[in-house]
């Protein structure tokens, strides 16, 4: 009966943890990124100390590439490209009905009846919906920007902590050698997953860019980008990249032909990108079987939102080792209990 209260109140505090990190989700997710960030960025200092930067010089040298790779580069080909993408969205939304008004009409030939009122709330409901989106395109980016700087300040600062931090990390008090490999096991491999993941989205990304490109596809750059972005999700994200390139080179070209090729694309890229180079470079597996990649996707999304899902596996995998420790720590006090009790035991027989 203890063992079920137990595990009751092991539920009951997880439901509690998750629903507040679902209230103060705006919080959590931006010092998860500004963790993750640096995280991910954190080999460069430790390859320019390796190189026998001075520290100060190091420090320097990353922190002023960080700020003008993402400010000047980065953010650049991001405005440009969200720009460029809202001021078509009312001529694919144009093009868009009238594919629908052929559509109903080719059913219409064929004794299939569509109202017409149907085809007028589509077009509605749609102009309600895109144009707020469209016209918010420039505030959106305006508060974006804003909290990059955010991101790049405060991750400076934790960078300028880099050399130091592992000393100060062993003087706490409830931190002893074991507890810090542990944590030290589980930095190493999320920085591992997430590395080789920015590059493989990176890639993945490009390829679909140029490929798009080459078909005439239109705002390739958005989609490429997109494909970047979603390529961190698992299982979902390949899928949800694919719909946007569909529906714009169905509506640019009408052709048949074309869209089987950008299926066939993002096809092949993410089965070459995602299922046999990805594994390769990965070296191996994390414990996490697909089934639970796929719950955590779910869960991570409803608490913390599309960061959640984009992390939703260096979370996982930091809740895992979190649970694996707290594991071998029950494990080591059961042996010293029973030890004790044995130990006890045998004092008794002795003394009778």
């Known amino acids: 009966m203890s063992k079920i209260n137990d595990w009751l109140l092991k539920i009951a505090s997880i439901a509690i943890i998750m629903l507040g990190l679902k209230y103060a989700s705006a919080l959590i997710t931006q010092i998860l990124i500004i963790i993750f960030i640096a995280v991910i960025i954190s080999p ?47 001529d694919y939304y144009t093009q868009f009905i009238q594919i629908v008004r052929d559509v109903t009409t080719w059913l219409s030939n064929h004794d299939v009846y569509v109202p017409e009122k149907v085809i007028d709330y589509i077009a509605t409901f749609g102009l309600d919906q895109i144009m707020p989106v469209v016209k918010g395109v420039t505030p959106l980016m305006v508060s974006m920007l804003q909290q990059i700087i955010v991101v790049l300040i405060v991750v400076s600062f934790i960078l300028c902590e880099l050399n130091s931090l592992p000393r100060k990390v062993r003087s706490i008090r409830w931190v002893d050698k074991d507890v810090y490999d542990r944590m ?93 180079l990805e594994p390769k470079f990965m070296g191996k597996g994390f414990g996490i079987s697909p089934v639970v990649v796929l719950i955590a996707v779910l869960v991570w999304g409803w608490t913390l939102g599309p960061v959640g899902m984009l992390l939703a596996v260096p979370l996982t995998m930091a809740v895992k080792s979190s649970f694996d420790s707290l594991r071998k720590e029950e494990l080591a006090q059961e042996i010293k209990d029973v030890a004790k009790e044995s130990s006890s035991k045998e004092n008794q027989l002795d003394k009778e």
């Open 44 to 90: 460069i200092y430790y390859w320019l100390r390796r190189l026998r930067f001075p520290n100060w010089l190091a420090l320097i040298t990353l922190i002023v590439s960080m700020v003008c790779f993402t400010l000047f580069g980065i953010i650049s080909f991001i405005t440009q490209t969200i720009q460029k993408f809202a001021d078509k969205v009312p």
């Open 184 to 276: 030290l096991r589980m930095v190493l491999d999320i920085r591992h997953y997430m590395g080789i993941k920015t590059i493989i989205s990176a890639a993945t990304g490009f390829f679909i860019y140029l490929g798009l490109k080459l078909l005439g596809v239109p705002s390739a750059e958005a989609l490429g980008l997109l494909a970047f972005i979603l390529n961190f999700v698992p299982v979902f994200g390949s899928i949800l990249a694919t719909i946007p390139a569909v529906i714009l080179a169905s509506i640019n070209s009408g052709d048949s032909g074309i869209v089987v090729y950008v299926i066939f694309l993002y096809l092949v890229v993410n089965q070459v990108l995602g299922n046999i």
